[in-house]
C-alpha cells in the first residue's frame, strides 16, 4: 500500500512537472510572439535546403568539400529571416565532425546577424539511421522493422538513431513513415512498416518513443522530434506510381490509414509532413478538411505541420490546382500548412507570403498559428540554450554496441519463406556458389536513403561491412565458396536495368558446389525514380534462376527487395526461399547466421506477397475477393492465391498454439475482450515464434466486412519444450468499423476470434 502511494505521488509530481514545463514554454512562445515583426514570422514558416547556403556555381549544388557561403547565409537569416534549413549538401553524407562545423556556423551567423536571435531547427531524412551521417549505424528499413514484429527493438533502433542524428548536431528526423504499405507496385512500400494498421501503429509508436522518449522529452540530447509522414493516403495512388492520384472514400481513409496517425499523436509525436499526392482530386497540401479541420481540429495536433519537397510551388507547377505561386502558397497557408519545405526559391516563398497577409488573403492570426507552432517545437529541443549539440559529447557513435542492434534488428526481420524437405539450414561444410545481382553489394543491402537518396553513393561508404557474399566466405571459408554474378546490375543506370555478367559461367559453376545461393531482387531506389512498369523480377534474373535450377543442384533463393517482386514463374523450381527485404549494413551477417543455422529465423511477412501482377489483393480484403464456385449457370468463383502471406514466416523448429480461452463469450459495446493462448516449441531447437491474434465480424448492416482483421501481436522466444501463455485484450471500440459518412460503428452480433488454426465465436451485445 505504502509503496503504491509513493507511486502514485511520484506521478502526480512527474504531471505537475510536465504541466508547468508545458506552460512555461507556453508563456515563452507567447512572449516572443508578440515582439516579432510579420517579416519575422514568415521567416521561421521558410525551410531552405543546404546546397542554397553553399559556396557553388549556383544554389542547386555545391563545390567539394562543402563549405557554407557566408554571403549567402547572412542574406537567408537576415534579409529572410529564414527559420530552418534542412538535407546535405551534394546528396552525400557527412561526417559528425563537418555537421557540426557547418550547423554552428548557420547557428552563430543567425545569432550575430538577427535582432531576436530564434535559433535556426535543422532537419534530415534518417530513417533507417542516420542516413546522410557517415560512420552512423544502419538499421534494416522499415520493411524488414515490419517483419520483425518486435516493437522493443523498433524503440532500441529508434533511439540509437536519434543518438547518432544529435551526434550529427541535427535536432529534427523526417521520420516515420506511417503509411500503409498496401500495395506492391509503390516505390516507397519498403519506407513502411507493412499493409496493417495496426502493425503500423505500434511499431509507429515504438519508434517514435525511440526517438522522442517515452515522455516526449526532445529536449534531452539525446532525442530529437519525431516527424509522422505521409499526412495523409500518400501510399494509395490508383496508378501505383508516386505522387499520383489517390481516390480514398471517407470510410477507408478513417478505418485503414488515419489509425496509425491517431495513435502516433496520441504518442506525442511533434511534427508532421504532408502527403505529396493528391486525394478525391485536391491536392493534400491545400487540403483545409484534412490539414486543419482532420488533423488539428479533430484529432487535436499541436505540432508544426511542414509541406514535403517544393510541393506548395507543385499545387501551380505540377498539379494546376493555383495559377500562380502566390495563389498556391495562399491556398497551403489557409489550408493549415505551418513551414515550408520550399527548397531553393525562398525569396519567392517568403515575399508572396508577407504580401498575402498586408493584402488580408491570409490572416496573421493562420501566420501566429503557425509560428506560435514551430517556436513551441524549438523551445521544447531546448535550442534557444543549445543551438547545437556536439560530436565529442556521443561517445557512443557508431559503437559495437550499436552495432549490435542493428544486427539483431536483422536477424529478427529476415523471412523464412520456403524450406523444402528442411533443406535449410546448409551444413558448413558445404560447398556453395553465390551467385545473382544482389550478392556482393551494399547498395542493394541497405536500399535507397543511405549515404544518399538513391543509395547509389553506398559502396562509397560502407566498404567495412559485408555483402552476402563475404559474410558467406567469412562463415565457412573463402575456398568453400564460388562467386559468379551471372547478372549484375548496369554501373550507373537505372535502378531496373541489369545485363548478363558472366552468365554461361554461372551456371557451370553449379556443377562443382553442392548449394546454389541465388541473391535477387532490386537495385535501390525510392520516389518518381522508384517507378515500376512489371512487377515480375526482370528477365535476366528469371532466366539465372531457371537455368541454375535445372542444373539439378538445390537453389537456396535469396530475396533482397523492397517490394515483392513476382517470382511465380520460377518459385515451383527452388527448393528453399529467405526474404531479406533491405537488412541494412549487417544484413549479410545475419543472413549468413541463419542459412547455416547459427540463428534461427522468425521474421513474418508484412504483406501479402503476390502471385501474378493481376492479382494484387492485399491481405486486408472483402470476402467477395475469394468467392467460392457457386452453383448455376455462372461461376463468381475468386481466385485468391497469393505467393505468400501477411504472417507467413517459417522456422527450424515447429510451435503449437492451445487453448484458446476467452474470458467471457459476449461483452457490451464498451467493454473489452480478454483472451488468452498457450504457444509451445515443440521442436528441437530454441525458437522465436509469433502469436498473432486476428478477429473477423461475420456480418455487418452499413459496410461489408473484412475477411479477417489483425488485432494484437506478441512476440515470444522459447526453449524445446517450453510453453508460454499469453494475454490479449481488446477493447470493444477496437472492433468498430467506419461507415459511409466516415463514424465509427460498433455493432452489435458475431465475431470470430482467429489464432492460426484455433478459432472461437463471441458476441458483441
Known amino acids: 500500500m505504502k509503496k503504491n502511494i509513493i507511486v502514485s505521488f511520484l506521478l502526480m509530481i512527474g504531471s505537475f512537472t510536465y504541466s508547468f514545463a508545458q506552460n512555461d514554454v507556453s508563456a515563452k512562445v507567447e512572449s516572443l510572439l508578440k515582439k516579432m515583426s510579420l517579416e519575422e514570422k514568415v521567416g521561421q514558416m521558410t525551410q531552405v535546403t543546404l546546397d542554397v547556403i553553399g559556396e557553388g556555381e549556383d544554389r542547386y549544388s555545391s563545390f567539394e568539400p562543402f563549405n557554407l557561403d557566408k554571403e549567402q547565409v547572412i542574406k537567408a537569416v537576415s534579409q529572410y529571416k529564414v527559420g530552418s534549413f534542412l538535407n546535405t549538401a551534394n546528396n552525400r553524407a557527412l561526417t559528425p565532425k563537418k555537421w557540426y562545423e557547418v550547423i554552428k556556423e548557420i547557428q552563430d551567423i543567425n545569432k550575430d546577424e538577427t535582432k531576436l536571435g530564434i535559433p535556426i531547427i535543422y532537419g534530415v531524412d534518417q530513417i533507417h539511421g542516420a542516413t546522410y551521417t557517415a560512420g552512423a549505424t544502419m538499421f534494416p528499413q522499415q520493411i524488414a522493422q515490419g517483419a520483425s514484429r518486435n516493437p522493443e527493438l523498433v524503440e532500441k533502433g529508434a533511439a540509437i538513431t536519434a543518438y547518432e542524428t544529435r551526434a550529427s548536431g541535427i535536432s529534427w528526423n523526417f521520420s516515420p513513415v506511417l503509411d500503409l504499405g498496401m500495395d506492391p507496385r509503390f516505390s516507397r512500400m519498403w519506407e513502411s512498416f507493412g499493409e496493417d494498421p495496426y502493425l503500423i501503429s505500434s511499431l509507429g509508436v515504438a519508434m517514435i518513443d525511440g526517438y522522442e522518449g517515452k515522455d516526449n522529452t526532445i529536449?534531452?540530447?539525446?532525442?530529437?522530434?519525431?516527424?509522422?509522414?505521409?499526412?495523409?493516403?500518400?501510399?494509395?495512388?490508383?496508378?501505383?506510381?508516386?505522387?499520383?492520384?489517390?481516390?480514398?472514400?471517407?470510410?477507408?481513409?478513417?478505418?485503414?490509414?488515419?489509425?496509425?496517425?491517431?495513435?502516433?499523436?496520441?504518442?506525442?509525436?511533434?511534427?508532421?509532413?504532408?502527403?505529396?499526392?493528391?486525394?478525391?482530386?485536391?491536392?493534400?497540401?491545400?487540403?483545409?478538411?484534412?490539414?486543419?479541420?482532420?488533423?488539428?481540429?479533430?484529432?487535436?495536433?499541436?505540432?508544426?505541420?511542414?509541406?514535403?519537397?517544393?510541393?506548395?510551388?507543385?499545387?501551380?507547377?505540377?498539379?494546376?490546382?493555383?495559377?500562380?505561386?502566390?495563389?498556391?502558397?495562399?491556398?497551403?497557408?489557409n489550408a493549415g500548412v505551418d513551414m515550408s519545405m520550399v527548397p531553393y526559391e525562398y525569396e519567392r516563398f517568403f515575399d508572396n507570403l508577407v504580401a498575402l497577409v498586408k493584402d488580408g488573403e491570409v490572416k496573421e492570426e493562420r501566420i501566429d498559428d503557425a509560428v506560435r507552432r514551430i517556436l513551441k517545437v524549438k523551445y521544447e529541443l531546448n535550442l534557444f540554450e543549445t543551438p547545437v549539440t556536439h560530436y565529442k559529447d556521443y561517445p557512443k557513435f557508431g559503437s559495437k554496441e550499436f552495432e549490435q542492434a542493428a544486427y539483431d534488428m536483422a536477424a529478427e526481420s529476415i523471412t523464412l519463406l520456403k524450406n523444402e524437405d528442411n533443406i535449410l539450414p546448409i551444413n558448413k561444410s558445404s560447398k556453395v556458389l553465390v551467385?545473382?545481382?544482389?550478392?556482393?553489394?551494399?547498395?542493394?543491402?541497405?536500399?535507397?536513403?543511405?549515404?544518399?537518396?538513391?543509395?547509389?553513393?553506398?559502396?562509397?561508404?560502407?566498404?567495412?561491412?559485408?555483402?552476402?557474399?563475404?559474410?558467406?566466405?567469412?562463415?565457412?571459408?573463402?575456398?568453400?565458396?564460388?562467386?559468379?554474378?551471372?547478372?549484375?546490375?548496369?554501373?550507373?543506370?537505372?535502378?531496373?536495368?541489369?545485363?548478363?555478367?558472366?552468365?554461361?559461367?554461372?551456371?557451370?559453376?553449379?556443377?562443382?558446389?553442392?548449394?546454389?545461393?541465388?541473391?535477387?531482387?532490386?537495385?535501390?531506389?525510392?520516389?518518381?525514380?522508384?517507378?515500376?512498369?512489371?512487377?515480375?523480377?526482370?528477365?535476366?534474373?528469371?532466366?539465372?534462376?531457371?537455368?541454375?535450377?535445372?542444373?539439378?543442384?538445390?537453389?537456396?533463393?535469396?530475396?533482397?527487395?523492397?517490394?515483392?517482386?513476382?517470382?511465380?514463374?520460377?518459385?515451383?523450381?527452388?527448393?528453399?526461399?529467405?526474404?531479406?527485404?533491405?537488412?541494412?549494413?549487417?544484413?549479410?551477417?545475419?543472413?549468413?547466421?541463419?542459412?547455416?543455422?547459427?540463428?534461427?529465423?522468425?521474421?513474418?511477412?508484412?504483406?501479402?506477397?503476390?502471385?501474378?501482377?493481376?492479382?494484387?489483393?492485399?491481405?486486408?480484403?472483402?470476402?467477395?475477393?475469394?468467392?467460392?464456385?457457386?452453383?448455376?449457370?455462372?461461376?463468381?468463383?475468386?481466385?485468391?492465391?497469393?505467393?505468400?502471406?501477411?504472417?507467413?514466416?517459417?522456422?527450424?523448429?515447429?510451435?503449437?498454439?492451445?487453448?484458446?480461452?476467452?474470458?467471457?463469450?459476449?461483452?457490451?459495446?464498451?467493454?473489452?475482450?480478454?483472451?488468452?493462448?498457450?504457444?509451445?516449441?515443440?521442436?528441437?531447437?530454441?525458437?522465436?515464434?509469433?502469436?498473432?491474434?486476428?478477429?473477423?465480424?461475420?456480418?455487418?448492416?452499413?459496410?461489408?466486412?473484412?475477411?479477417?482483421?489483425?488485432?494484437?501481436?506478441?512476440?515470444?522466444?522459447?526453449?524445446?519444450?517450453?510453453?508460454?501463455?499469453?494475454?490479449?485484450?481488446?477493447?470493444?471500440?477496437?472492433?468498430?468499423?467506419?461507415?459511409?459518412?466516415?463514424?465509427?460503428?460498433?455493432?452489435?452480433?458475431?465475431f470470430e476470434i482467429m489464432v492460426k488454426d484455433l478459432k472461437q465465436k463471441f458476441e458483441i451485445e
Open 435 to 750: 551467385t545473382g545481382p544482389n550478392a556482393n553489394s551494399m547498395r542493394t543491402l541497405n536500399g535507397a536513403w543511405t549515404y544518399s537518396w538513391q543509395g547509389e553513393k553506398t559502396e562509397e561508404f560502407a566498404g567495412a561491412y559485408n555483402t552476402i557474399l563475404e559474410a558467406v566466405q567469412n562463415k565457412i571459408g573463402e575456398e568453400k565458396v564460388t562467386y559468379v554474378p551471372g547478372v549484375n546490375y548496369v554501373k550507373d543506370g537505372k535502378y531496373y536495368e541489369d545485363e548478363k555478367d558472366q552468365f554461361d559461367e554461372a551456371i557451370a559453376a553449379a556443377q562443382g558446389v553442392d548449394y546454389i545461393f541465388l541473391c535477387v531482387g532490386e537495385n535501390s531506389y525510392t520516389e518518381k525514380p522508384g517507378d515500376l512498369n512489371d512487377l515480375y523480377i526482370s528477365d535476366n534474373q528469371t532466366e539465372l534462376a531457371k537455368k541454375l535450377a535445372a542444373t539439378g543442384k538445390p537453389v537456396i533463393m535469396i530475396l533482397n527487395e523492397g517490394r515483392p517482386r513476382i517470382i511465380s514463374k520460377f518459385e515451383k523450381d527452388v527448393e528453399g526461399i529467405i526474404q531479406v527485404y533491405l537488412p541494412g549494413n549487417f544484413g549479410g551477417d545475419a543472413l549468413a547466421d541463419i542459412l547455416f543455422g547459427d540463428v534461427n529465423p522468425s521474421g513474418k511477412l508484412p504483406y501479402n506477397y503476390p502471385r501474378y501482377p493481376n492479382a494484387l489483393i492485399p491481405y486486408i480484403h472483402k470476402h467477395s475477393e475469394e468467392q467460392t464456385a457457386s452453383e448455376g449457370v455462372y461461376n463468381y468463383e475468386a481466385d485468391y492465391s497469393p505467393q505468400f502471406s501477411f504472417g507467413d514466416g517459417l522456422s527450424y523448429t515447429t510451435f503449437k498454439v492451445s487453448d484458446l480461452k476467452l474470458e467471457q463469450s459476449s461483452i457490451k459495446k464498451n467493454e473489452e475482450l480478454k483472451l488468452e493462448v498457450t504457444v509451445t516449441n515443440t521442436g528441437e531447437r530454441a525458437g522465436k515464434e509469433v502469436v498473432e491474434i486476428y478477429t473477423s465480424d461475420l456480418y455487418a448492416t452499413e459496410i461489408t466486412p473484412d475477411v479477417k482483421r489483425l488485432r494484437r501481436f506478441k512476440k515470444v522466444d522459447l526453449q524445446p519444450g517450453e510453453s508460454k501463455t499469453l494475454h490479449f485484450t481488446i477493447p470493444s471500440k477496437d472492433l468498430a468499423y467506419f461507415n459511409t459518412e466516415g463514424k465509427p460503428v460498433i455493432e452489435a452480433g458475431e
Open 219 to 333: 529536449g534531452d540530447p539525446e532525442h530529437l522530434a519525431s516527424t509522422l509522414k505521409h499526412f495523409l493516403g500518400y501510399h494509395a495512388v490508383t496508378s501505383g506510381k508516386d505522387r499520383t492520384p489517390s481516390y480514398i472514400p471517407e470510410d477507408v481513409l478513417r478505418e485503414y490509414h488515419l489509425p496509425p496517425f491517431k495513435a502516433a499523436i496520441e504518442a506525442g509525436a511533434h511534427t508532421i509532413m504532408v502527403n505529396s499526392g493528391i486525394i478525391n482530386g485536391v491536392p493534400v497540401h491545400a487540403n483545409y478538411e484534412l490539414l486543419t479541420e482532420l488533423l488539428k481540429n479533430e484529432l487535436g495536433f499541436e505540432g508544426l505541420v511542414v509541406t514535403d519537397w517544393a510541393d506548395i510551388e507543385n499545387l501551380h507547377r505540377r498539379d494546376r490546382i493555383a495559377k500562380n505561386d502566390r495563389e498556391a502558397i495562399k491556398m497551403a497557408i
